[in-house]
């Protein structure tokens, strides 16, 4: 990698060579707890330590303290700060702290030191740790998602969290913290890779996609988009010595922007960048419907249980409930609070490498789910929501669900609340393949109940034991999606990709079986999202049991969509075509060069690994 | 103890090889060795037998009257469970079709699952100790998902080793994403 073209630095980090992380890694990491803690403790000891130094510049003032004097002798464990002036241990603790800190300040560097990465055609390697050294390699294409998180201190430092989510328990890769741009660029060039497009042929396609980006935007109908594969070679050799110049340009300009104006703008900066992905969110989310789905959310009925023990409680003398219910009280306020701000800025848009998901205000965060990696999506309606029609809208994907920490379990709501419009949007993201069949559905199973939109009906004998939802319940299948309406108090939609469903169960209990149901389960990795079709008539359950355990080895057999840049339909090389450019442009030029080289030195890249219907090269992606 | 190691992890390129498929043809519905009802049996009597003689000890020691009640209870349920066990054991079916396997089981909750081959994540096979004596492994069928946990108890040992290696071979040949 030559320095050629840097603007700000920037490096290819996706290479194949090890990297570092950004130098400030260790502080945000573990030094900001550090510090946390010492704060912690100083402020706690902050009244014994006065009482000391009172004690021993002016002794005058002691007379209450000597009282104490024999008392701190021994209490160590309560007093250790008192323990060891009275001791006349001073400088030996303060010896001891100097120790701790240059101890802590060669750890953080040497854990920078040995943390390194690297990215290769088929993994994610990271070798961490001073004495126990870990090499963990995650393959690319089992990456499940990508998620940059900015959290603010990160974001001051102007460096981003890169985490890449494999299937598989505390299996993730986290890279903290890279530089906030190059964040950006790796996950690009993560995903690329990802995609099973080669490296080459993406960068044969992208140098000219990225010299027209740059130079001059009308000429987006970019030579790399022909269809002979041949004619790659050329455009991407020109391109090169474009970008020879631009290159020279480009540090030029990005220096004379100061460092403070960089971190402002990265601050202000859109959350989704809009090179990466269409401008646009598909789903706006204004602030008073945040707020007002919170407060009328699920959890406002705890708040207010919680408020009446805690009053009851304490009005009859109980102190108890005091010290058992108010930190629960403070966690529900501290949910509440993290959700709204977790929602505000909410963005959702599709780009060719998966749906990107961006969220947060000082803390920002977004998410690529790459296509194919969702294993199933539900709909639900809370019954206080009903009035204004709003939906939330949950996932399932592999590797982050069962221990659902809050912050694994935010990544599992795609759209914190919308309407049914924005549910329509979401599911034609998420669902890319059967979006127009499934289109049809949606209303029907949102709201509809019967035989309405096709579901299968569910018998009124069922009312013994769904009284409210029984009307409502029903399944209807449609271009390998199986989709499963009920509830009536919280209302569910639930959509199950037969792609990726891992098996189905049907199963009669006694009262089931005494009025002829059945219920029927379709088991899709661990996460919110459970599609049970319960009460089905046990005729209509035992044949759409064998209906989807058939289908869902069929549209396994011939799912794709986890090499989704591999596999080239001629339609959706022209589709994606107008995010060619936008797709490049973050990869700096200084990428791009070498990629020419070595798209020149392995000719014609489409040719070679394309299936042979294939007319049109695969450029982009 | 996990005896078949998962298969190793490839990057699956979407072509499956048609021709060269281990065949796998319906089996019919397969039930499993009669002798696993001894073992459920065992399994209840000492079950039965310690909570039995935990409710005798508070009788007796702490002179709980009303524990002599909930020892009989126990001891009444526990052997018309016992009693229907052969029942039970004989409900407990599975069949290999083409390209899943099927499972079955249960007289009051009744439990039917199917599972594409090429969803498995890794076979398990297990022995108890009385299961040991008789000759007799578990088979777990693992997938990605955690509720799809199929298990197939009182195989003879020798069927379960050759269960287990049929499976795999299937699996493999059938591997889809995840």
């Known amino acids: 990698m030559s320095g050629v073209a840097r603007p700000q630095g920037v490096v290819n980090l996706a290479d194949g060579e090890w990297h570092r992380l950004h130098p400030a890694s260790p502080l945000l990491r573990g030094g900001l707890v550090f510090i946390a803690v010492l704060g912690f403790i ?20 002691s007379a209450p303290i000597d009282a104490e004097y024999g008392e701190w002798q021994q209490d160590w464990a309560n007093d250790p700060v008192g323990g060891i002036v009275m001791n006349g241990l001073v400088g030996w603790a303060l010896l001891a702290l100097a120790a701790i800190i240059i101890t802590v300040v060669i750890g953080f560097w040497l854990s920078w030191r040995m943390h390194t990465f690297r990215v290769t055609h088929e993994a994610v390697e990271v070798r961490s740790g001073i004495l126990f050294r870990s090499h963990r390699s995650a393959r690319l294409d089992r ?6 998180n900015r959290p603010l201190f990160a974001r001051l430092f102007g460096t981003a969290k890169l985490e890449i989510s494999v299937a598989g328990q505390s299996a993730n890769v986290q890279l903290a913290y ?5 964040a950006d660029a790796l996950r690009a060039d993560v995903l690329r890779l990802a995609s099973g497009a080669r490296a080459e042929r993406a960068h044969g396609a992208a140098v000219p996609a990225a010299a027209d980006g740059r130079t001059d935007a009308s000429a987006l109908v970019s030579p790399g988009l022909v269809a002979e594969p041949g004619a790659v070679q050329e455009p991407a050799a020109e391109a090169a010595g474009a970008d020879g110049a631009t290159g020279q340009r480009t540090p030029v300009s990005a220096r004379a922007g100061a460092l403070v104006t960089q971190r402002v703008d990265e601050f202000l900066a859109p959350e989704l960048d809009p090179d990466l992905a269409p401008p646009e969110s598909v789903v706006h989310l204004p602030i008073g419907r945040v707020i007002g789905s919170t407060v009328l959310g699920g959890s406002t009925i705890w708040a207010i249980i919680l408020v009446a023990i805690i009053v009851v409680g304490v009005t009859s003398g109980q102190m108890w409930v005091l010290f058992s219910f108010v930190p629960a009280a403070i966690g529900l306020v501290s949910y509440m609070w993290s959700r709204i701000t977790k929602s505000l800025r909410y963005s959702i848009a599709g780009t060719p490498d998966g749906v990107r998901i961006g969220h947060g205000l000082l803390s920002t965060g977004n998410q690529t789910i790459p296509p194919g990696r969702v294993h199933a999506v539900e709909a639900t309606q809370w019954v206080f929501w009903r009035p204004f029609g ?9 590797g982050q669900s069962v221990s659902a920490s809050g912050d694994a379990a935010q990544r599992t709501i795609v759209l914190p609340v919308g309407t049914a419009a924005d549910v329509h949007r979401v599911l034609a993201l998420l669902l890319p393949d059967a979006a127009a069949e499934v289109e049809t559905l949606v209303d029907a199973g949102l709201v509809g109940r019967g035989d309405a939109g096709g579901f299968s009906v569910t018998p009124k004998r069922a009312a013994w034991l769904r009284p409210f939802s029984w009307k409502r319940i ?3 299948e449609t271009a390998g999606v199986a989709v499963i309406r009920r509830g009536a108090l919280i209302r569910s939609l639930s959509l199950v990709p037969l792609a990726r469903m891992q098996s189905v169960a049907r199963s009669v209990g006694p009262i089931e079986r005494a009025l002829d149901l059945a219920t029927l389960r379709l088991h899709t990795v661990t996460g919110p999202v459970s599609a049970v079709l319960p009460v089905a008539d046990r005729a209509v359950a035992t044949a759409l049991f064998e209906r989807l355990a058939h289908e869902a080895i069929e549209r396994a057999a011939s799912d794709t969509s986890h090499h989704w840049g591999a596999a080239a339909a001629p339609d959706a090389a022209a589709e994606t075509a107008p995010g060619a450019p936008a797709e490049a442009a973050p990869g700096a030029p200084a990428e791009a060069v070498p990629g020419a080289t070595a798209s020149r030195a392995e000719p014609p890249a489409g040719a070679s690994a394309a299936p042979a219907d294939e007319t049109e090269p695969r450029h982009v992606v | 103890m996990p005896e078949a190691p998962a298969p190793e992890l490839q990057p699956e390129d979407g072509v499956h090889d048609e021709a060269g498929l281990p065949e796998a043809s319906d089996t019919g519905w397969l039930r499993v060795s009669p002798k696993y009802v001894l073992v459920e049996v065992v399994g209840s009597i000492v079950g039965m037998l310690i909570f039995v003689g935990i409710a005798l000890g508070a009788h007796f020691l702490l002179h709980w009257e009303w524990a002599l009640w909930v020892a009989g209870a126990i001891a009444v349920v526990s052997l018309v469970g016992i009693a229907f066990e052969p029942r039970r054991v ?3 079916q599975y069949r290999l079709r083409a390209d899943d396997l099927l499972f079955r089981r249960g007289i009051m909750f009744q439990r039917q699952v199917a599972v594409p081959y090429g969803r498995m994540q890794l076979v398990d096979i297990t022995r108890g100790p009385v299961a040991r ?3 007799l492994a578990d088979l777990k069928f693992v997938t990605a998902a955690a509720s799809s946990a199929v298990t197939v108890p009182g195989l003879p040992m020798a069927e379960a080793d050759r269960l287990r290696d049929e499976l795999v071979a299937l699996a493999e040949s059938r591997r889809a994403g995840l």
């Open chain 1, 42 to 61: 100083i402020a706690n000891l902050r009244e014994r330590v006065i009482e000391i130094f009172l004690a021993i510049f002016a002794p005058e003032s």
């Open chain 1, 390 to 398: 709003w939906w939330s809208v949950r996932i399932n994907v592999a």
């Open chain 2, 90 to 92: 004989r409900s407990i």
């Open chain 1, 474 to 476: 029903g399944l209807a």
């Open chain 1, 178 to 182: 890279l530089g906030s741009t190059l």
């Open chain 1, 143 to 148: 990456i499940q998602g990508i998620n940059v």
């Open chain 2, 133 to 135: 004596a008789l000759g």
